[in-house]
């Protein structure tokens, strides 16, 4: 990995982590001066965990599907498309040898 992705993954993490920090440290203060009841806290905690866990998802499917755009458009086949071809090129073989 280069040295310049390394640092934006980093830096990328760095500021999840911290906005979590944040966030966390503001729900507290918020049960703390009674704003929200403790079970509220853990309700607002866990739907911004959900929403970054679609997020999240959201963004492996997109990646998932560009990589395999580009490799289309390099020529390779999938392995669902290998396999089809493999069956295939099996019962030609079997046609053939049976004769």
């Not at 760095?14 to 806290?41: C, L, R, T, W, Y």
């Not at 679609?54 to 998932?64: A, L, T, Y």
Request: glycine share 8%.
């Amino acid at each position: 990995m280069s040295d310049l992705l390394k640092k934006g993954f980093h830096l990328g993490l760095g500021a999840a982590i911290s906005g979590k920090e944040k966030f966390e440290k503001m729900v507290n203060e918020m049960v703390k001066h009674g704003d929200v009841s403790p079970s509220q806290a853990k309700t607002m905690i866990n739907s911004w965990i959900s929403k970054g866990e679609n997020v999240d998802k959201e963004w492996s499917d997109h990646s998932k599907a560009k990589f395999q755009d580009r490799m289309k458009e390099l020529g390779f086949v999938s392995k669902e498309e290998y396999e089809l071809l493999e069956a295939r090129i099996q019962r030609l073989e079997n046609l053939y040898n049976q004769r």
